[in-house]
């Protein structure tokens, strides 16, 4: 090898790998091989920023044995403008570089490289539903086979076996059903059962959506479960908050910020929980001038246990930060809100 891979793009081509990158921070979706590259490049900032770090899954192969894959899921720190602390990744390639001989045999390899993988401050386990929304769009975007487990929750959705009969329906099955919207009657078929299913099913269901682009019919469904949660005897709080993530990504946009708008001007519009719902997965909602504007004052007068955390991690969303910044210099913020930026940042914006 006469010259060392300076990004993580040239280390994988060095292997003869193909590879397909996904975002598992704030949402499980596919990044272009550019967006990433630009990234690694400390030319743009990472487009979907947690915690102020950039976690993703990137999913290898080979031609040859297509069906044979590697994943590798990382987290890199970002700097105060979302950019890739290249120190971090340069850190990680030389010490895979330590353990991995690039042109041996391939399975010995990736034998070498996974096991450097394993005990490395790099390398992160993503939650259950996480990996399954994951295994779940890759199978989808390398053309494989669903899991063993679609067909038993496409049965249960479909109501063949009652909706109450869900213990056995596999997250993995529900995650194959989301991440294939389009094909067959999945949409539609979703649409028809959530009204209707108990609050297990739901939430899960729920966690994959958030992940998905749904159209009007599924959105408008998940709303009329939300009014329905707000009309009740007693309001259940974390069962709204997942609703309100489940059409984060609708192309409904008129009505899916109308039940935001709904949700803030309700007794519950203070809840941290529903506050951390919107910008933490609804953030493109709030490029609304008159949501954002709405849900700013909510934040203010919920409290700087609230208001700091929420708004510093809007503010670290790339497409968000000047749209913001914009709505805390208008001089129709209250006294309230104004005090709030005051107390946070310790200085005039």
């Known amino acids: 090898m006469e010259k060392p891979p300076q990004t993580l793009a040239e280390f994988i081509e060095l292997t003869g790998s ?96 996974n096991a450097a993988l394993k005990d490395n401050p790099y390398s992160f386990t993503p939650s259950p539903d996480r990996m399954a929304v994951f295994h779940a769009k890759v199978a989808h975007a390398l053309n494989a086979p669903v899991s063993q487990y679609h067909s038993h929750a496409y049965q249960y959705f479909k109501g063949e076996n009652g909706l109450d009969q869900w213990k056995f329906v596999g997250l993995q099955g529900i995650a194959d059903i989301t991440a294939r919207l389009s094909e067959d009657d999945n949409e539609e078929m979703l649409s028809q059962a959530v009204l209707e299913l108990p609050p297990e099913p739901f939430a899960i269901l729920c966690s994959c959506l958030e992940n998905e682009v749904i159209g009007s019919p599924l959105t408008k469904a998940v709303i009329q479960k939300i009014e329905r949660f707000m009309q009740g005897a007693s309001i259940e709080v974390g069962q709204i908050a997942m609703a309100m993530r489940a059409i984060s990504c609708s192309s409904d946009r008129d009505s899916q910020r109308k ?45 700087p246990g609230c208001f700091n955390p929420l708004l510093a991690d809007l503010l670290y969303i790339p497409s968000m930060h000047l749209l913001v910044m914009q709505a805390l210099r208008s001089p129709d913020c209250s006294e309230q809100l104004i005090s709030a930026i005051g107390e946070m940042f310790g200085k005039k914006l």
């Open 18 to 113: 193909k590879m397909r990158i996904f975002d598992m921070g704030r949402r499980v979706c596919e990044i272009s091989d550019y967006n990433f590259s630009t990234f690694e490049n400390a030319q743009t900032p990472y487009p979907y920023p947690f915690q102020q770090q950039a976690l993703f899954g990137i999913v290898l192969w080979n031609e040859a044995h297509k069906n044979e894959q590697s994943v590798w899921f990382l987290k890199f720190p970002l700097d105060e403008m979302g950019l890739l602390i290249q120190v971090a990744r340069d850190d990680f390639l030389n010490r895979l570089l330590e353990k991995a001989i690039l042109d041996q045999d391939a399975s010995e390899q990736n034998e070498k490289i």
């Open 259 to 303: 039940i935001y708008h709904s949700i803030l001007d309700s007794p519950i519009g203070l809840e941290p929980e529903l506050l951390a719902s919107i910008s933490g997965k609804a953030w493109e909602a709030l490029e609304d001038p008159d949501l954002l504007s709405k849900y700013l004052e909510k934040l203010a007068q919920s409290g």
